[in-house]
């Protein structure tokens, strides 16, 4: 049982020159490229597979301002705006709607930290509310479980995974970004000390500015350059289940999540565990990480598996004439815990009890590609002139990505920006760039 696959989005020719080349059709790369060319700017967008096959595809859907991060709200009050607006600005669906979000407190650790962010979301005039057990009741007709309160927004909401990245991608080409897929970027390409071009499998493209939104990739290709992000991969599993009725609202507990779908089923996942699969960054970024995996050590099972050696064999360095690591994996598609997905079912069910049969039709999972801090990078890189970065989404890029791709549209252009853009610049990691080959003249080492 595989991913509900995103609609396939036919290949446009590749052109010779543009003003900017997206590197990912995830939803941040689309949405670049929708707000690039709506301003005038020539974009290609090259995706090595499908638009929205890896992240951008398979996660739950919510798009949410609640329990954001006091750096990460203001673009997500932004990304809300823009949803809001998107069907009707790209000319389809990508099944958006305000329907609410709750979360739940079973324990008074919990709430407390609810109490703190909702303190911190006042400022910004946020319906956000804590709820007793019978007020969530209310909301959500057939629960059984009495947590001791929940936490409720009644403007979040949820959009489609599959059908938002590639409505997006066929808005950006009808304001004429060309729109490449099966079409893996190799190398960018340097010419007296700037961009010039990128080479991608199918020939090159002239550009002066060169956007990296290659989730879980990002750090393998900047790597190529020179460029030291540091990105981490966490293992997010979730499963399709039908023949159930729930409320219309996402909903996330201790232990369970789900989400409806506009095609008639629920996306449903075990909440609050994630396998992290050791690889040989996880050994290299100790140094960056460590705070983190302190933190919230609870959150993360390590473990060891053939993701490590998988990753010990990919080339890490290439020239522009090689088969690359992106041509080799089309589409990330790691095998999801289904265990985990079971267990969130089960859990699912105790709290409704007379939810219906609820069968599970489809698993899958996707590498949610992390920062140290678990803030976005949407940024310049300041010493590659005509270099961003829009990555690092910490496994919260979906509902934010409308934003964040209209903040690295404007960063690329030049222009005053939407929200301040300090908290996700790249300079923060201090030993982000490392020259330490000359850009465009990386030695190649082969597959270690
Ligand atoms: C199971 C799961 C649940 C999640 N739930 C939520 C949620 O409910 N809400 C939320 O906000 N976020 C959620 N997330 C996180 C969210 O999905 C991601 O943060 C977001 O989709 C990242 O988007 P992206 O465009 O950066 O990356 P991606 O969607 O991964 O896109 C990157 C693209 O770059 C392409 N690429 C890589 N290298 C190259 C190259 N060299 N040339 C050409 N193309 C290349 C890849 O093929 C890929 O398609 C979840 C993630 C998972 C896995």
Redesign the pocket.
């Known amino acids: 049982m595989g991913v509900v696959m995103p609609d396939l989005i036919q290949s446009d020719p590749i052109p010779r020159k543009v003003d900017v080349v997206i590197?990912?059709?995830?939803?941040?790369?689309t949405c670049t490229a929708l707000f690039l060319a709506e301003k005038g700017l020539q974009v290609a967008l090259?995706?090595?597979?499908r638009i929205?096959?890896?992240?951008?595809?398979?996660?739950?859907?919510?798009?949410?301002q609640m329990g954001r991060s006091p750096e990460e709200l203001p673009l997500a009050i932004e990304s809300m705006r823009l949803w809001d607006g998107m069907n009707q600005r790209v000319g389809g669906e990508t099944g958006f709607r305000r329907t609410g979000i709750m979360y739940y407190a079973e324990n008074r650790t919990l709430q407390k930290e609810h109490e703190a962010w909702l303190d911190h979301a006042m400022k910004y005039q946020l319906p956000s509310r804590i709820l007793s057990p019978d007020q969530m009741a209310e909301l959500l007709p057939g629960m059984a479980i009495r947590p001791l309160s929940g936490l409720y927004t009644a403007t979040d909401g949820r959009a489609e995974?599959h059908l938002a990245?590639p409505t997006i991608a066929l808005g950006a080409r009808a304001a004429g970004a060309h729109i490449l897929t099966n079409?893996?970027?190799?190398t960018v390409e340097y010419s007296a000390g700037a961009i010039s071009g990128v080479v991608t499998e199918a020939g090159p493209i002239s550009c002066s500015t060169v956007v990296l939104?290659?989730?879980?990739?990002s750090r393998l290709?900047a790597g190529n350059m020179g460029v030291n992000i540091p990105q981490l991969k966490i293992l997010?599993?979730?499963a399709r289940i039908e023949g159930v009725t729930l409320p219309d609202m996402p909903v996330g507990a201790g232990d369970f999540a789900y989400r409806k779908r506009t095609d008639g089923g629920y996306t449903i996942?075990r909440r609050n565990i994630n396998p992290y699969p050791l690889t040989p960054d996880s050994f290299r970024l100790l140094p960056e990480f460590l705070p983190t995996i302190l933190k919230s050590w609870r959150e993360f099972s390590l473990t060891l598996n053939d993701r490590f050696w998988t990753e010990m064999r990919v080339a890490r360095s290439w020239q522009s004439d090689e088969v690359?690591p992106?041509e080799q994996t089309r589409?990330?598609d790691p095998r999801p815990d289904e265990k985990l997905n079971y267990e969130g079912l089960a859990n699912l069910r105790k709290n409704y009890p007379n939810m219906g049969e609820g069968r599970i039709t489809h698993h899958w999972?996707?590498?949610?590609?992390v920062t140290p801090d678990a803030v976005p990078i949407l940024s310049k890189v300041e010493e590659i002139p005509g270099f961003y970065l829009?990555?690092g989404?910490?496994?919260?890029?979906?509902?934010?990505?409308p934003g964040a791709g209209k903040l690295l549209a404007e960063l690329v252009m030049g222009k005053s920006t939407c929200v301040d853009p300090t908290p996700f610049r790249f300079s923060r990691f201090t030993k982000g760039f490392v020259r330490n080959r000359e850009p465009g003249h990386s030695k190649h080492q082969g597959s270690k």
């Open positions: 590197i990912g059709g995830g939803i941040i790369g090259c995706e090595k597979g929205a096959g890896e992240q951008s595809g398979r996660n739950w859907g919510w798009v949410r995974p990245a079409c893996a970027v190799r939104c290659a989730g879980a990739w290709f997010s599993s979730a996942a690359t992106f589409v990330l999972a996707g590498l949610v590609d829009g990555t989404m910490s496994g919260h890029g979906f509902g934010i990505g």
